[in-house]
């Protein structure tokens, strides 16, 4: 173990201690048992490297030898195990969990989060800016707050894939946009992941008259240089609520623009030979355009940036309704017609109208219809579904009801409310959604094209 490390880090006393791991189980039969270890022992580096986070600790357990320096609770030993273990042996710890994160220090001309209106839920306005999340959980990062030493990390424990928000490699104009003194080192950072092995995805916020046009196509094509380590970049309109007073002036887009901007992303694609640059679907919807197949979209590794989200949704309903099981009039019937309600935001009316005329081709007894919810609680620029709130749907379902009269079920997409929960970003949750509307049979799809045609093929 390299001491001239380990004790470096003792003498920076405050972050040693915030970076200890805490043991709260210890499994039987494991190395840790074997060496001594119990439950309130801190765990302090591996191979000297300070144990920052579970990452190092999920790292070294794929490694057959290292050194481990843990603390004993009583806080007065300190003891260095080597380690030499089969890659299938466990180490068997379980820690406390950490849960802080690094949060962003910019304040970008862009920033939705500043364009958040008051009294929401306090994880809406939580600013995240940590690598970590973006390597586990697929979060868009700025790099403005990671120190040599935290890049170094990021290699040393191939923390990969990362997802990078670059916006611009002009290191002028990212301090400008990013409003950070620290912005401008993307172009060295971006450069180091890659040459350390590093795959990244990178993200562009486009804001007209700034990081767009012959700016974009520099950015572009200064980080197709490291392809394919980068692996591609995410071209993305700015969202604009209307709760913008006082913020940087940031023109919406319409359609003259996005196809310009959709022209220029072909001719930067055709340039490299690959598809690099994926477009936002929003840029199609204002566009008037075809969306591009879904093969365009590789493994759909941009997925969760609502990149190629559309394409994707539009294989999977047409693939499982032609995987419906048929009679001889090539129909698959429904034992009990039914009137169906599918709620979208503007942008995804015109593809929903399109898939559901095929679905009520290959049902029969399906009625179904789109419901379009004008965003009136962001604003009336906000078009995507998945920024909906229950205030609108449930307003939205009311008027529809009054004016074309009963249904028999309404269809919500998944996105609409947090992940493991049913609650919108307006606070109101699904249950709260039904009582007022004075309706139950409100299905939420969460399995894509799949669970689409699911739903709208069964009577619940």
Do not use: W
């Amino acid at each position: 173990m390299p001491e001239s490390r380990f004790f470096l880090y003792k003498s920076e006393k405050k972050r040693y201690n915030k970076a200890m791991l805490k043991v709260t189980k210890v499994k039987r039969g494991s190395i840790a048992k074997e060496l001594g270890i119990e439950a309130g022992d801190f765990v302090l580096s591996f191979d000297g490297y300070l144990a920052e986070d579970e990452l190092d600790y999920l790292y070294y357990c794929t490694q057959p030898s290292f050194s481990l320096t843990v603390r004993d609770k009583s806080g007065e030993g300190e003891h260095t195990f080597e380690v030499e273990k089969e890659e299938s042996e466990e180490l068997g710890l379980e820690f406390e969990k950490n849960t802080s994160i690094r949060t962003c220090h910019n304040h970008c001309v862009f920033c939705f989060v500043d364009q958040m209106p008051k009294g929401m839920r306090e994880s809406l306005y939580v600013k995240d800016d940590d690598y970590c999340m973006s390597f586990s959980c697929g979060n868009f990062v700025t790099l403005t707050n990671l120190s040599d030493e935290g890049l170094e990390r990021i290699i040393r424990l191939k923390l990969s894939p990362i997802y990078v928000s670059v916006h611009t490699t002009n290191p002028e104009l990212r301090v400008k946009m990013l409003r950070n003194r620290f912005a401008g080192k993307i172009r060295e950072q971006i450069k180091k992941l890659a040459e350390g092995g590093i795959e990244i995805h990178c993200q562009a916020v486009i804001v007209p008259n700034m990081n767009d046009q012959e700016e974009f196509a520099r950015t572009a094509r200064e980080l197709f240089a490291y392809y394919p380590n980068v692996k591609d970049v995410a071209a993305v309109p700015t969202g604009i609520t209307k709760y913008r007073d006082g913020l940087y002036p940031i023109p919406d887009v319409d359609g003259e623009y996005s196809a310009k901007f959709l022209d220029l992303v072909d001719a930067l694609n055709k340039e490299f030979g690959v598809n690099f640059i994926l477009p936002a679907d929003e840029y199609f919807v204002k566009a008037g355009r075809e969306f591009k197949p879904a093969s365009f979209y590789g493994e759909f590794e941009q997925i969760e940036n609502g990149i190629g989200m559309t394409s994707k949704f539009v294989q999977e309903t047409l693939a499982a309704l032609e995987e419906l099981p048929v009679g001889k009039d090539r129909v698959f019937s429904l034992k009990k017609p039914k009137r169906t309600v599918v709620v979208s935001g503007v942008s995804a009316e015109r593809i929903n109208r399109t898939l559901l005329k095929k679905a009520e081709e290959k049902i029969g007894g399906l009625q179904a219809d789109v419901l379009p919810v004008v965003n009136e609680f962001f604003g009336e620029t906000v078009t995507c579904t998945g920024l909906l709130t229950g205030v609108d749907i449930l307003s939205a379902l009311q008027t529809y009801r009054a004016e074309k009269g009963d249904f028999d079920e309404v269809v919500l997409a998944g996105n609409t409310m947090k992940e493991f929960e049913d609650v919108f970003l307006c606070g109101m949750r699904l249950s709260e959604l039904k009582k007022k509307l004075g309706f139950k049979n409100i299905r939420v799809n969460r399995g894509g094209g799949y669970g689409f045609v699911e739903i709208l093929s069964t009577k619940k």
